[in-house]
């Protein structure tokens, strides 16, 4: 390639979108690396906007860039992609040059996450601070608003947009935790938000490139995005980049506070306070629905940050949840301080709110479930790293995890009520829906958590005359003239306002609170214990079974069974769990029940009459049929009747009931051998069905004896057990031949058994043919005649 004084910037972008389908990427990230180095900012600006959208792909997703999300450790690629792009890597490199100019990129305001673009396009200002003071623009013969980024905005927007842009990916193919989006994700967290020590300094100096403050929200706008909080408990430089004159410290938290705003937008809001207010409703369907990948991603922020807030200083943790003065904290501290509360928690409510009601009911909600444990958790993160709440006297601030629990009430209470009517509604007989009832169970049954929680809602429920005493004053000793006992008052009184402004921030003035230790959701807690005990008793119920069936699998009882009682077996019907799986569900319900029990103050003789009540329910149903009523083709499920096929309570002796000929291929017959005896059959049927039906119709012992032999007796016989309708029982017992059964590996092997003992009393393959099929017809007569004897 020419020198760089020697390059027109149109030649550049040229030869790199030339090299871009002819050359490897090996050989791409070489030669973008040299470039970045020699060539001058304004060279570089104009490739800069075609490189990142090369890298990460378009916003519409019609192009994939590099497959970040499919890139896994495993690829050759790997390691030269995620050192191409780490943060103190090339491309970073890259936008530090570009960020020391005055440069901007445009980005389509309709790619925004659908709360900013309304919020724009009313011309209302965005809740983030990082839409504002944006001038929006429509391109040169398009309407479609613009917002201008600067080079760190541009980039890391791209990079938050790739997780959620839908991709043209073949089935079967999705990010995993492993792959290079993952792990630069990752690799940005503990760069721009370190638990240990500041933040690098970029390599150029971001003067030229910084943006003035935002001048300050007029009153009437809404501070929802940050909660209740006003912008004035921050310093300065929280909610925007510093200015030219700006203290050095706040000069580089600019891009930590850019890069954890950019992904809470972009990850986590797609649903407006307004929108969840108005339809709190499992059925109200939104436009975006977040993939488990996306949730991975989102829990992976969540425990960052609060490792990343757990990282505060010893000296920089307020005396009381009261005090907001921290004139002496570093701006990285500051930051630490009220990145979880200020940033992250509303959006990730919502999130979590239309996860809960909107995800399928299968295995893949644990995704969203670890999610918000992790959530819930901080102590978790802590330096201590305890796996539950620490006690008083740790080395953990005492009152910082109950004050977590207050800001946070919603989080623990509805979220809470949502998880227990998704269980009542899922398969708990299988162990991966099991495990997620019992990890719930378990991190709400730590010690003290639900203590502080049901403190919480009695903070809530304090009358709302209480508000009305805040005093802005601060404390005041004993010998000042004031008491330890208005101290205690102010710190109870500034709790209440703290729950208050939580709960009514998120759910309105009027909104009508559910204690998670009322009396409602006690009774759907009951309801809950009880169908944990009847997908225990159903797991053990199937694993009898599955241990007998396995042992009465034995050679001759597969070959002395009928084809009719074969036929009666469920197609498909293999366990889905095996015994160790039956097993470990017994082991997560039994754990799940006990803390069930400690949570809500159950004692032992409670558990045991609702298990035994449960049990003698089961008993007394175990051989009645699912709640049906009867339709026109046959039986239709009630919704009880749903409710109990789902927790396994009860079932229909599920049998095939359709044409025999036209069931599924079974695993014991032989396919050629089906299709063709299926072709034989209905060219005999079709030529001879007539004299068929005439003999059938016969009354007399030949008619029988044909009866016998061309028509399904037990089809006739058999009741209807699920629903099916009459015309088709009426086809089943039409007179016809059905040579299907000659298809059966296990009839093969005894006609097998039979020539070769033919052969052994020296009887050819005619004489053996002639003394089966005699032996055939013998057998029909004698059956024929004990059926008109016992008659």
């Known amino acids: 390639m020419a020198a760089a004084s020697l390059q027109h910037p149109g030649f550049l972008l040229a030869n790199l979108k030339a090299d871009s389908s002819t050359k490897t990427l090996l050989q791409r990230c070489q030669e973008l690396v040299k470039i970045i180095e020699d060539y001058p900012a304004k060279e570089l600006h104009a490739i800069f906007s075609w490189l990142v959208e090369s890298i990460f792909g378009s916003l519409d997703g019609v192009l994939g860039g590099w497959n970040l999300r499919l890139l896994h450790s495993r690829c050759t690629d790997f390691p030269l992609v995620v050192d191409f792009l780490k943060p103190s890597g090339a491309m970073m490199k890259l936008v530090y040059k570009l960020q020391a100019e005055e440069y901007k990129y445009e980005v389509p305001v309709n790619y925004l996450p659908a709360p900013v673009k309304a919020s724009i396009q009313e011309g209302v200002l965005p809740d983030c601070p990082l839409f504002h003071n944006r001038p929006h623009f429509p391109m040169s013969g398009v309407l479609t608003l613009n917002m201008a980024l600067n080079p760190f905005e541009f980039f890391m927007f791209y990079f938050a947009s790739c997780l959620i842009t839908p991709k043209n990916f073949s089935s079967g193919q999705h990010g995993t935790t492993d792959s290079a989006y993952f792990v630069l994700v990752d690799m940005y967290l503990n760069y721009f938000l370190p638990t240990e020590g500041s933040v690098p300094p970029s390599p150029f100096s971001d003067n030229r490139g910084s943006v003035s403050a935002p001048p300050p929200r007029s009153s009437n706008l809404s501070l929802a995005g940050y909660g209740v909080h006003s912008p004035s408990l921050l310093k300065h ?268 921030s998120l759910e309105g003035q009027d909104c009508q609170y559910k204690q998670m230790f009322g009396s409602d959701l006690r009774v759907v807690v009951v309801k809950l214990i009880q169908i944990i005990a009847q997908a225990r008793q159903t797991a053990k119920r199937i694993s009898d079974q599955s241990t007998e069936a396995a042992a009465s699998k034995s050679l001759l009882a597969w070959l002395t069974s009928s084809s009719t009682e074969s036929n009666n077996v469920l197609f498909g019907a293999e366990l889905e769990e095996s015994n160790e799986f039956l097993k470990k569900t017994h082991e997560f319900l039994d754990k799940a029940l006990e803390n069930l029990c400690s949570i809500f103050k159950l004692n032992q003789s409670q558990l045991t009459q609702l298990i035994s009540n449960v049990t003698s329910c089961q008993d007394d149903g175990e051989s009645r049929l699912p709640d049906c009523i009867v339709g026109e083709d046959g039986l239709v499920l009630t919704d009880l009747g749903r409710t109990q096929i789902i927790n396994g309570l009860r079932r229909f002796d599920i049998q095939y009931q359709g044409d025999p000929e036209l069931q599924p291929i079974r695993s014991y017959e032989n396919a050629l051998l089906v299709r063709f005896l299926y072709r034989m059959s209905s060219l005999l049927n079709q030529k001879f069905g007539g004299h068929m039906t005439k003999l059938c119709s016969r009354p007399d012992f030949l008619g029988r004896l044909g009866r016998h032999y061309l028509t399904d007796v037990g089809a006739a016989a058999a009741p209807m057990r699920s629903p099916t309708s009459s015309r088709r029982l009426d086809r089943m017992r039409c007179a016809r031949v059905s040579l299907r059964p000659l298809a059966s590996y296990r009839t093969l092997l005894i006609l097998l058994l039979c020539y070769t003992l033919g052969t052994i009393f020296s009887f050819g393959p005619a004489s053996s043919t002639l003394l089966i099929l005699a032996a055939a017809f013998l057998h029909g007569m004698l059956m024929t005649v004990c059926v008109d004897y016992t008659r």
Not at 313 to 322: A, G, H, I, M, R
Request: proline share 6%; charged share 20%.
């Open 237 to 504: 430089h929280i909610f925007h980049q510093p200015s030219v004159n700006a203290d050095p410290a706040a000069q580089e938290i600019w891009r930590s506070e850019t890069l954890l705003q950019m992904f809470v937008e972009v990850w986590l809001h797609h649903y407006s306070l307004e929108m969840y207010q108005k339809l709190q409703s499992p059925q109200v369907k939104e436009p975006f629905s977040p993939t488990e990948e996306h949730v991975l991603v989102v829990r992976l922020l969540v425990k960052h940050l609060h490792a990343f807030s757990n990282s505060l200083k010893p000296e920089q943790l307020p005396s009381s949840p009261t005090t907001h003065s921290h004139a002496h904290a570093s701006p990285l501290e500051e930051f630490k301080r009220v990145v979880v509360q200020r940033f992250v928690q509303q959006k990730l409510f919502l999130f979590l709110q239309h996860c809960f009601g909107h995800w399928p009911l299968d295995a893949s909600f644990r995704a969203v479930l670890e999610t918000w444990l992790s959530f819930i958790q901080p102590w978790r993160y802590s330096e201590e790293k305890s796996s539950s709440v620490p006690a008083e006297g740790s080395r953990s601030e005492p009152d910082k995890w109950e004050s977590f629990v207050q800001e946070n009430l919603l989080v623990y209470t509805k979220l809470f009520q949502v998880f227990l009517n998704r269980a009542l509604r899922t398969d708990l007989v299988n162990a991966k829906n099991a495990l997620m009832v019992f990890r719930v169970a378990k991190v709400f049954s730590q010690p003290s958590l639900a203590e502080m929680i049901q403190k919480a809602e009695q903070l809530f429920l304090e009358p709302e005359l209480v508000l009305h005493h805040r005093q802005p004053r601060g404390f005041l000793t004993p010998s000042q003239g004031g008491s330890f006992l208005s101290s205690r008052q102010r710190m109870v009184t500034d709790a209440v306002f703290r729950v208050k402004s939580h709960v009514y």
